[in-house]
């Protein structure tokens, strides 16, 4: 499965952006899916993930209530909504798709990776 982001950019904080990750196979649709971001100098970290059904969403504390996950099966893609956009949510978003069952959130239980979209809130 081959994963592309899309929707990054420079926005000012408070602002809003929407990340999206197509799959290239529909076998996608059976993963769980993630997103992760790694800024400069710092490890990839956790920032929000969903079920493959979509039934169970959860988030990272750091974007909770800010960020909202999603996906559409129907176009084997999974979307990132994120509000209320802060300077240190500056970094490489990247999606991912797991096999695991239940709630991934770790770098490790996710096998096939994104590209990368580059997202900069500027103050």
């Known amino acids: 499965v081959q994963l592309q982001a899309s929707g990054g950019g420079l926005v000012q904080a408070g602002g809003s952006l929407r990340l999206s990750c197509a799959a290239s196979?529909?076998?996608?649709?059976?993963?769980?899916a993630g997103w992760f971001r790694q800024a400069p100098g710092k490890e990839r970290e956790f920032v929000a993930g969903?079920?493959?059904?979509?039934?169970?969403?959860f988030y990272s504390d750091s974007v909770k209530g800010r960020f909202t996950i999603s996906r559409d099966n129907a176009k084997s893609t999974v979307y990132l909504q994120m509000s209320s956009l802060k300077t240190e949510d500056t970094a490489v978003y990247y999606c991912?798709?797991?096999?695991?069952?239940?709630?991934?959130?770790?770098?490790?239980?996710?096998?096939?990776w994104g590209q990368g979209a580059q997202v900069t809130v500027s103050s």
């Open positions: 969903i079920t493959w059904t979509a039934s169970s969403t």
């Open positions: 196979r529909r076998a996608f649709n059976s993963f769980a």
């Open positions: 991912a798709a797991s096999r695991y069952s239940g709630t991934p959130m770790r770098v490790q239980e996710y096998y096939f």
